[in-house]
Structures are given as structure tokens and as C-alpha cells.
């Protein structure tokens, strides 16, 4: 199938001026949705200084157009010089001018215009696999740093293309997959001879494990809320083509069945851990994403007939997610306590162990990495069985979408600074700790070759994090703790050619089949640095805890539920 189907999305760019500022993010009223179901709808722009509290959701004064605008000050500054970096007075690191260049490097054209970065440009590597393929989550730090540089054009791009891949019939062997997905990569193939441009996509047919990507809807819903934020153009998130986008992801998303759990359910391999590492159930990496792409949609989404009928849903689920995932998902000191201290086979309403949870399950490791001041989510929680490893990725979702209570978030920076060896060590982040061997590994994994200990997604050190640790940091009040982690990264990442990966405990080397000039390492620093300058960009990437959450949790104040 080739582009010539492609749906016209006829959008024009249109900037609106506004200030930025860090309180100037937004914070959502969900209760007075519930409460107001008969909704005044009234066409009225508000681009000025006002919080987003007073405007609620802004539904009952215009939807879409009252989606405060929290863009970066000052405009593009040259094709190669980050803009970010010409408005402060102090020089730029002289890896920031590299990182460009082979950010640049690795752009996907489509009928000339750019659409997207491939992977990795490891031209030293004999197996290109598919990491000459566009990545959707992969693309999002290329994404942020484009739209922190003033160069909004690519990101529009790409997120029209993905929406028209959308729409296409998805098959793996005989099973039609949900309307709703999104591809998990895309391709460009050039036909020099006929001058044409081909489409191709890979909805998880192709991939190892033939997992479809359930992160890739969110991601594209997280996207289009920066992409808003950052230029003020409403008019793309408001086409038809946007809004039934969002739809059909929170259809699949938001779809009734047997679950007893507001969190969504999740195969192995789905997520940026895209292999099998016993995440399967509820991890956390996807209910992070999960209830962050339903703010943004809340956020986006028009209040016409059927609008009104996903927001009000959306409120419903934000309430009790929420709600589950701080109550049952955290752990810190007394929580691992209580755990320790559980009695089993409860019955009824009254249980406090609601998961029969056998304390014997719980892993000696724990305990002494457990500080008295800190906390943080678990990678899963289901019946009988709670997978106590810290992964990075959910975490820092967590506190950058206010899943997180600012008391949680600063616990797991807590955590992070009292944990620095094991979490961040020589090489920032850990993607999860600890890592899983021998015999575990085996039946965990499937006896897995490139998930060994301490390497890829097992306990493997991932240089894209640093932009979402950045973005965290900067939330709490804590940038000392992304400076020190970017240090890192510059006495390492340049001289080692942009590596994917490092192995290690303490991420000491280059991982062992990690690719050179990988893009979302390039790209992660490149955010980590230009969100750190101005710290205004978090404004396009982070949501305001939503005040009405709260109480329903502080009747629950031991967090044993």
C-alpha cells in the first residue's frame, strides 16, 4: 500500500502567542465533570497567564480552545544551533553540537518532507534488523528536542502519518487486530526509478515475539498534547482525523469486560521492554502511560455528543486508577512493612491483604534496598503476586503525569539519591534493578541470550532516560540530581559513539549488542540538556497533580488498603 491513499489532513500552523511558565500547567477539576454531565458549550479563546485550575477542563467554556498554550520563549535560532542553548549566556557543551548533527543524520524523508528518525545510523553494524525503522516511541525524544528547537514541522508529520497507518487493516496470520492500534515502526522505501515513496508498516508482525505495542497509542496521545503545547496550534488535535484518532485508542483502552481492575492488562514484550521479562499483567510502565494519555485526551478532546461520552468515561477510570495504583502499587518503608507482616486467605470486603499476597514472596533483595525515606512504584501488582523490581520508565511517567502525589514523587527522588550506585551508578538509568539471573532468569525470560544480567532491559543502563529523570527532576524541585546524572553521561556517551546500552552493575561498558548512534540516546540527552536550560520546556511534557484526587486517598493514609 503506498501513500497515495493517504488521507488529506489539510492543517495550517497557526502560533499563538503566549507566556510560559512551570505553574502554568494543567490541572485538571475531574470531579466537576461528574458532577456538571449538561455541559454549556461556548466558543471563547484564553491564552493569557491565568492557571489552568481556574479554567477546570475547560470544557464548559469552549473545549479545545481553552488548552492553554505553555510554549518555549524565543524562536528558532538556526538549523544547527539548538535554540535552547542561544538564549543563555553560558556556552554549550561541545557534545550538544555533535548530538545535533547526528540527530540530523538520522532523519526519515517521505515525499520530501521529514516524517521521522530511524532507530539508530550504525553503519559499523552488519545487521540492520529493523533499526532503519521509525519508532513510535523511539521518536518521541526526537520529537521533544524538535519542538524545544522551534522545528514543529516534523513532528506534525509524523503524527499525520502514524494516524493514516492507523486507519490501515491490521492482520497478523489469520487475527484482525483492534481498529484502534498504532504500528509499533514504520518504514520509507524509495523507489529511485519510478520516484515513489512507499509506506510500510509494522504493527507487531513483524517484531521479536509478534507482540503488538500497546505503548504506541499513548505515546502518539502524549505527543500531540506537546506538539499543542508547545506551537499553540489548536487546529490539528481539533480535525476529525485527530479527534477519531484519539477515540479508537480509548476504545481499546477503555473497553468493559471481566476485569475487577481499573489498570489495563498487558502481554510480555508490549512496552519498551519489548521482550519477555516477566512483565506481564498490570506493569507499571503501562499504567503510567496509560493514565497519563487519558489526561492529555481529557485535555483534547472536543465535548460534541460522542466527546462528552469518552470524557465522562475517562473521568471515571482517572479516579479510580489513580486511586489503585497509589494506594497498591507504592512501597516504601512502612508499606514493605505492613507486607512483611500480612496474613493470608482473607475473605470479604474487610481484607487487608485484598491480593493474598504470600509475605514469603517477598524478595530478600528488598529489604535492604528499601531506605526509611523513599519510595517508589513496583513493577506489578495481581493476584498472589507482586513484582517488587524498580523500573525506571514508569517511575519518572508517574511523577511527570501526577499519577504520583508530590509526597510520592519526592520519596522516589528520595530514592533515587539514596539509591545512586545501584540506580544510576556510572552510566544514568537503570531501565530496572535488580537484574534477574541464573535459574530465575531462565524460566523468567526463556533462558534469553540478550537479556543476561545486567544488560539490555535486565538491569541494563538506558542514556534515553535521562530525559524523562530530567523532566522529574525539574518537577520536584531537584535539578541538582539530572546534573549530576547528565555529567555522567557526558564523560561517556560521545567518546563511546551514542550507544544504545550499557552492561554492568554499575553500567561500566558498552552493552554487549548495543547499536552505535543510536537516535533516542542522542535525542534523550539533547532534551535532558535544553529542559535543564529552560526549564520552561516541561511545561509541553508534564501534567499538574489534579487536586481533586486527593481526598479520596487521604482516608486511606497507611496505604494498606
Not at 487487608?352 to 524478595?363: A, E, L
Request: charged fraction near 25%; charge should be negative.
Amino acid at each position: 500500500m503506498d501513500g497515495s491513499k493517504e488521507m488529506g489532513v489539510g492543517v495550517g500552523l497557526r502560533n499563538v502567542s503566549s507566556h510560559c511558565s512551570i505553574s502554568e500547567m494543567d490541572d485538571y477539576d475531574l470531579s466537576r465533570l461528574l458532577d456538571k454531565p449538561r455541559l454549556n458549550i461556548e466558543r471563547q479563546r484564553s491564552f493569557d497567564e491565568r492557571s489552568l485550575s481556574e479554567l477546570s477542563i475547560g470544557l464548559a467554556r469552549g473545549g479545545l480552545d481553552n488548552f492553554e498554550s505553555t510554549c518555549s520563549p524565543g524562536g528558532r535560532s538556526g538549523f544547527d544551533t539548538p535554540a535552547s542553548s542561544a538564549r543563555n549566556s553560558f556556552e554549550p557543551h561541545p557534545m550538544v553540537a555533535d548530538a545535533w548533527e547526528a540527530l540530523r543524520r538520522s532523519l526519515v524523508h517521505f515525499r520530501g518532507q521529514p516524517v521521522g528518525t530511524i532507530a539508530a545510523v550504525d553503519h559499523a553494524s552488519e545487521e540492520v534488523l529493523n533499526y532503519d525503522q521509525v519508532f513510535v516511541r523511539d521518536f518521541v525524544p526526537s520529537a521533544l528536542a524538535f519542538l524545544m528547537n522551534g522545528e514543529p514541522d516534523i513532528v506534525k508529520n509524523f503524527l499525520l502519518k502514524t494516524l493514516y497507518l492507523q486507519g490501515w487493516e491490521k492482520r497478523i496470520d489469520r487475527f484482525k487486530l483492534g481498529e484502534g492500534a498504532m504500528p509499533a515502526s514504520f518504514k520509507v522505501l524509495h523507489d529511485p526509478i519510478r520516484k515513489t515513496d512507499t509506506l510500510i508498516a509494522d504493527f507487531g508482525e513483524s517484531a521479536i515475539g509478534r507482540v503488538a505495542p500497546v505503548d504506541s497509542g499513548f505515546w502518539w496521545i502524549i505527543l500531540l498534547r506537546a506538539y499543542t503545547k508547545s506551537t499553540g496550534d489548536l487546529t490539528l488535535a481539533e480535525t476529525s482525523d485527530c479527534q477519531k484518532g484519539m477515540k479508537l485508542i480509548l476504545t481499546l483502552c477503555l473497553s468493559e469486560g471481566f476485569d475487577t481492575f481499573p489498570t489495563l492488562l498487558c502481554a510480555d514484550g508490549c512496552s519498551m521492554i519489548d521482550r519477555r521479562m516477566g512483565v506481564y499483567g498490570y506493569p507499571i510502565e503501562i499504567q503510567a502511560l496509560f493514565f497519563m494519555a487519558l489526561r492529555c485526551a481529557l485535555a483534547m478532546l472536543k465535548p460534541d455528543t460522542e466527546g462528552k461520552e469518552f470524557i465522562e468515561r475517562i473521568v471515571k477510570r482517572l479516579h479510580a486508577l489513580s486511586y489503585h495504583m497509589r494506594s497498591y502499587f507504592w512501597l516504601d518503608f512502612q508499606q514493605l512493612n505492613d507486607i512483611y507482616r500480612y496474613k493470608t486467605e482473607e475473605y470479604s470486603h474487610t481484607a487487608v491483604n485484598k491480593f493474598n499476597v504470600i509475605p514469603d514472596s517477598i524478595p530478600e533483595w528488598v529489604f535492604d534496598f528499601m531506605p526509611t525515606r523513599g519510595g517508589y512504584f513496583i513493577g506489578n501488582v495481581s493476584p498472589a503476586r507482586m513484582d517488587f523490581r524498580w523500573f525506571a520508565l514508569g517511575n519518572c511517567v508517574a511523577i511527570m503525569s501526577s499519577l504520583a502525589t508530590p509526597e510520592q514523587s519526592m520519596a522516589i527522588m528520595d530514592l533515587l539519591e539514596s539509591r545512586w550506585e545501584e540506580l544510576v551508578g556510572e552510566m544514568p538509568l537503570k531501565i530496572s534493578y535488580p537484574a534477574i539471573e541464573s535459574h530465575e532468569w531462565r524460566i523468567v525470560t526463556g533462558c534469553d541470550p540478550k537479556n543476561t544480567r545486567w544488560s539490555y532491559h535486565n538491569g541494563g543502563s538506558w542514556p534515553v532516560l535521562l530525559w524523562l529523570l530530567t523532566a522529574a527532576c525539574i518537577k520536584t524541585g531537584r535539578p541538582q540530581i539530572a546534573r549530576r546524572a547528565i555529567e555522567l553521561a557526558e564523560n561517556r556517551l560521545l567518546k563511546d559513539n551514542w550507544p544504545e546500552y550499557y552492561d554492568g552493575k554499575t553500567g561500566r561498558y558498552i552493552g554487549k549488542q548495543a547499536r552505535k548512534y543510536q537516535t533516542w540516546s542522542i535525542a534523550g540527552y539533547l532534551v535532558a540538556k535544553m529542559m535543564l536550560e529552560d526549564p520552561s520546556h516541561l511545561g509541553m511534557i508534564s501534567l499538574e497533580e489534579d487536586k481533586q484526587m486527593k481526598p479520596a486517598l487521604k482516608r486511606s493514609s497507611s496505604w494498606t488498603c
